[in-house]
T-cell receptor
Framework: DIRLTQSPSTLSASLGDRVTITCRAS??????LAWYQQKPGKAPRLLIT???NLESGVPSRFSGSGSGREFTITISNLQPDDFATYFC?????????FGGGTKLEIK | QGLLEQSGPEVKEPGASLKVSCEAS????????IAWVRQAPGQGHEWIGW????????TFAQSLQGRVIMSTDTSTNTAELQLRDVDSGDTAIYYC???????????WGQGTLITVSS
């Protein structure tokens, strides 16, 4: 099975900051990587597919990059609505897996 | 567009079976598969399995294979997850989500909290 390791597990930042979260795969997953946002008590929201394709309605301050085994999501100009948990998912094989999540907190 | 509405929270005793249902609306149920994902308290998300309402094809996480039963009913646009012989390690929020066998999930249910406790 493919393991996804996210870092950091917690990130403190201020409004207007630019932050980056990393997701590392235990083996190459080409570009089969998605990012989600989740707020407490809510269902996950799909943000990015295929490493860098923003879903409809996702603000352009979100961006994704990477390939192979290392991937990042960057959020620029942090807004109040961005403070949440972010996690990655690989879909390179039918044995899907998720990263452990990164909680983005207000500093 | 679309909605996945899940059944309510439950408490189960160890050794029992849990059942979670997921009713789809607002899209063609047979055009997409349904995946099941769980999140234990303080943990990351764990993929449980996936089923195609169109073909019945299923895939399972190896760690849960043998205890998981997934089904769909195209007459009611409902998917169902059963997990047998539960223990405290199965306490989690269980989600259904829409997607293909190898894809991200663009629509999620609201989640169902299953607590396993004696």
């Amino acid at each position: 099975d493919i393991r996804l390791t996210q870092s950091p597990s917690t990130l403190s930042a201020s409004l207007g900051d630019r932050v980056t979260i990393t997701c590392r795969a235990s083996q190459s997953i080409a570009t089969a990587l998605a990012w989600y946002q989740q707020k407490p008590g809510k269902a996950p929201r799909l943000l990015i597919t295929s490493v860098s394709n923003l879903e409809s309605g996702v603000p352009s301050r979100f961006s994704g990059s990477g390939s192979g085994r290392e991937f990042t999501i960057t959020i620029s100009n942090l807004q109040p609505d961005d403070f949440a948990t972010y996690f990655c998912q690989q879909y390179n094989t039918y044995l899907l897996s998720f990263g452990g999540g990164t909680k983005l907190e207000i500093k | 567009q679309g909605l996945l509405e899940q059944s309510g929270p439950e408490v189960k005793e160890p050794g029992a079976s849990l059942k979670v249902s997921c009713e789809a609306s607002g899209y063609s149920f047979t055009n997409y598969g349904i995946a099941w994902v769980r999140q234990a308290p303080g943990q990351g998300h764990e993929w449980i399995g996936w089923i195609s309402p169109l073909t019945g094809r299923k895939t399972f996480a190896q760690s849960l294979q043998g205890r998981v039963i997934m089904s769909t009913d195209t007459s009611t646009n409902t998917a169902e997850l059963q997990l047998r012989d539960v223990d405290s390690g199965d306490t989690a929020i269980y989600y259904c989500a829409r997607g293909h066998m190898v894809s991200p999930f663009d629509l999620w249910g609201q989640g169902t909290l299953i607590t396993v406790s004696s």
